[in-house]
């Protein structure tokens, strides 16, 4: 799947943990600016790294106790998870580069 995919407290161990390939899920907000602004950005970066990471998005405001189990504070909130454990972090709104940056230090 190439672009963003939303996922819930229903399917987050199925989608996230279980995956066999490193899934960053974006947690936000319909409300919140910055998450706004960091969507296209996921767009692009989901199309570019199609076969090596799984993107996805979930509501804090619809999942919350997701984002309490992994400290989600303040959102924009994005977490990249490796074999199931959170391996990266990233919190508010980032440019690309620094994104991708991120990213490649994850998936090598």
Known sequence: MTKPFDVTE???DKE???SKIPVLVDFWAPW???CLMTAPIL???AVEYKDKLTFTKMNVDENGEVARQYGVMSIP???VFKDGKP???VVG???KAELKHTLDGVIG
């Open 10 to 12: 229903a399917n987050f």
């Open 16 to 18: 996230v943990i279980k």
């Open 32 to 34: 919140c600016r910055p």
């Open 43 to 45: 767009d692009e970066l």
């Open 77 to 79: 909130n994005l977490i």
């Open 87 to 89: 391996a990266a972090q």
């Open 93 to 95: 709104f980032k440019p």
